[in-house]
């Protein structure tokens, strides 16, 4: 079986952990990053998305934070501040910045970033085809007013330092509507026997590699049944400040609502926790098949459940076509 999954970061990547553990020796899982929370930072090429993927199912992630490495160290960032040079805000530990240092050195040298992102999973061997969305620089901005003042930021000012406690008003993928998917995306896409989409933010991760001309067409146009996880339960994001983003494209802190974002056209089936069997109704009568199930990633043993209830009701919609 081919599997195929529009990813963000931990959530994401904590979901495809659960996958790993359910599918068979046989089952190929190629996972589609989400690259607009990309930034450049000391010169660097910073992809914390891919990073996330990469480092937690290849067992180097810091399992508390959900993001950097495990075992880190920060004498870099206090060498950089000791210098005066920020931004202090956004933490990059010691073996962190050696991935950025590769990817950038790559990059310099005329790499796309798939097969840059290729040649670090050679490293940590994650078990999936990791590929970005896109090789072109698209990066998410999100417009907020702060202090009377209108002013566009990147969204990872807006996550990290400004903690989401501004309202977003827009959000921004900017260069998206001229980049192209990578090499081996729409490829993955058509001959995918499942298309999931986890509990990822659906507006900054998922969405933003929807927003990449061409993928949305081809993830509803597959002949594979599209089924997505809510990565919201009982009115809240599960982590994350998914709600404030929502808000700016005008979508409820639902599980139905983000089932009717993404729309009928787009998914065959929805996942929602069941704190939200309410939903099921609503979701159901607009199209999209729906069922409660847990969804609450607690240990791996929770995971691998959702994953497995994922691929089953993907397997019905199969059946029922």
């Keep these: 079986m081919r599997i195929v999954a529009l990813a963000g970061g931990i959530g994401g990547a904590r979901f ?21 929370d990309d930034i450049h930072l000391y010169g660097l090429k910073v992809c914390p998305d891919l990073d996330t993927l990469m480092y937690t199912l290849g067992g180097g992630i810091h399992e508390e934070q959900g993001w950097g490495r495990a075992e880190e160290t920060w004498s870099i960032k206090a060498e950089m501040k000791a210098y005066g040079v920020g931004p202090e805000w956004f933490g990059l530990g010691d073996k962190d910045f050696a991935t950025h240092i590769v990817r950038t050195q790559m990059l310099a040298a005329g790499y796309p970033l798939s097969a840059v992102t290729e040649a670090l999973c050679d490293r940590w061997q994650p078990g999936v085809r990791l590929l970005p969305m896109t090789d072109d620089r698209v990066e998410t901005h999100v417009r907020i007013t702060e202090q009377g003042a209108l002013r566009v930021v990147h969204f990872q000012e807006y996550w990290v330092k400004l903690h989401a406690a501004v309202d977003a008003e827009a959000i921004i993928p900017v260069g998206a509507e001229t980049a192209k998917p990578a090499p081996g995306v729409l490829e993955a896409i058509a001959a995918a026997d499942v298309i999931l989409l986890p509990p990822s933010n659906p507006v900054v991760s998922i969405g933003t590699v929807l927003a990449v001309p061409g993928i949305r067409a081809a993830v509803a146009a597959a002949p594979a049944p599209v089924v997505g996880l809510s990565p ?29 974002h993404y729309g009928a056209e787009l998914l065959d089936g929805w996942l929602v926790d069941t704190a939200d069997a309410a939903a099921v109704e609503p979701v159901t009568a607009a199209g999209i098949t729906c069922r409660a199930v847990p969804l609450l990633m607690t240990d791996a043993e929770a995971t691998a459940a959702m994953a497995r209830a994922a691929l089953e009701l993907a397997e019905q919609e199969r059946g029922a076509r």
């Excluded at 009982?234 to 009717?260: F, I, N, Q």
């Design 16 to 36: 495809l952990r659960g996958l790993k553990d359910v599918i068979t020796p046989d089952d190929e899982i190629t996972v589609i990053g989400n690259t607009g």
């Design 232 to 260: 919201i339960v009982g009115g809240a994001p599960v982590r994350g400040m998914a709600d404030k983003v929502l808000a700016a494209v005008g979508v409820e802190a639902t599980a139905a609502a983000v089932a009717l």
